[in-house]
């Protein structure tokens, strides 16, 4: 089975503070997505990265895709409670292109 | 900016009556997905449309779940009948395929099931 193990699964910080989340997997995807779902809600596509190595910012969230494309990072700068949201990584592997889910990280950003 | 319609909103029903969801995806998208969420988790697929023709229908519990998008459009997903454990949240995403890889996908704001 293939799986997108994310971590940490959950996330409790004060506003203000860093934070990274890691995405990893021992297979090799063709691309990577980040998603932000917020409660009630489904789940809204922040960015794809392709490429490894790659790494794109919007604005205070930076977003790595490992060398061997493996595994991406999503790092939060300054965070802020419109942050708080279940964070997902997903992607589609090399050779089945089947589009897989992460196990989701639930981040909190208190006041 | 294009955005996935789904309704309803949401929906109570009681257990082994039919419910339905309907899906608008974006205009274009050739790919339209079903999936369920439990709470807390990441979404589960339940099919996968390409046009009319459906591509992956391998998790949908075929016994009581039925997908269909007549016209390559719009798609209805039934539920006949409901069990208490179909309670969770559906949602209709579609996406468009690059060459070589997936640029991801719109979800629409989803359909949450509770059943009684």
């Known amino acids: 089975t293939q799986l997108l193990e994310q971590s940490p699964q959950f996330l409790s910080i004060q506003e203000g503070e860093n934070l990274t989340v890691y995405c990893n997997s021992s297979?090799?995807?063709?691309?990577l997505q980040w998603y932000r779902q917020e409660p009630g809600e489904g789940p809204v596509l922040l960015v794809t990265?392709?490429?490894?190595?790659e790494v794109k910012k919007l604005k205070r969230l930076t977003f790595q895709f490992g060398d061997a494309r493996k595994d991406s990072s999503l790092h939060i700068t300054a965070a802020q409670p419109g942050d708080t949201g279940l964070y997902l990584c997903?992607?589609?592997?090399?050779?089945?292109?089947?589009?897989?889910f992460g196990t989701g990280t639930r981040l909190k950003v208190l006041a | 900016e294009a955005e996935v319609a789904q309704s309803p909103r949401y929906k109570i029903t009681e257990k082994s009556q039919a419910v339905a969801f309907w899906c608008d995806p974006i205009?274009?998208?050739?790919?339209l997905y079903w999936y369920r969420q439990i709470l807390g988790q990441g979404p589960e697929l339940l099919v996968q449309?390409?046009?009319?023709?459906?591509?992956?229908d391998s998790q949908l519990p075929k016994d009581r779940f039925s997908a269909e998008r007549l016209k390559g459009v719009d798609s209805t997903l039934k539920i006949q009948p409901a069990e208490l454990g179909d309670s969770a949240m559906y949602l209709c995403?579609?996406?468009?395929?690059?060459?070589?890889?997936?640029?991801?996908?719109?979800f629409g704001s989803g359909t949450r099931l509770t059943v009684v």
């Open positions: 997903a992607g589609d592997t090399s050779g089945t292109y089947k589009y897989i």
């Open positions: 449309f390409q046009d009319e023709s459906v591509v992956d």
């Open positions: 990265v392709v490429t490894g190595g």
């Open positions: 995403a579609s996406s468009r395929m690059g060459a070589n890889y997936n640029y991801g996908y719109t």
């Open positions: 205009s274009g998208h050739a790919t």
């Open positions: 297979s090799v995807f063709s691309s």
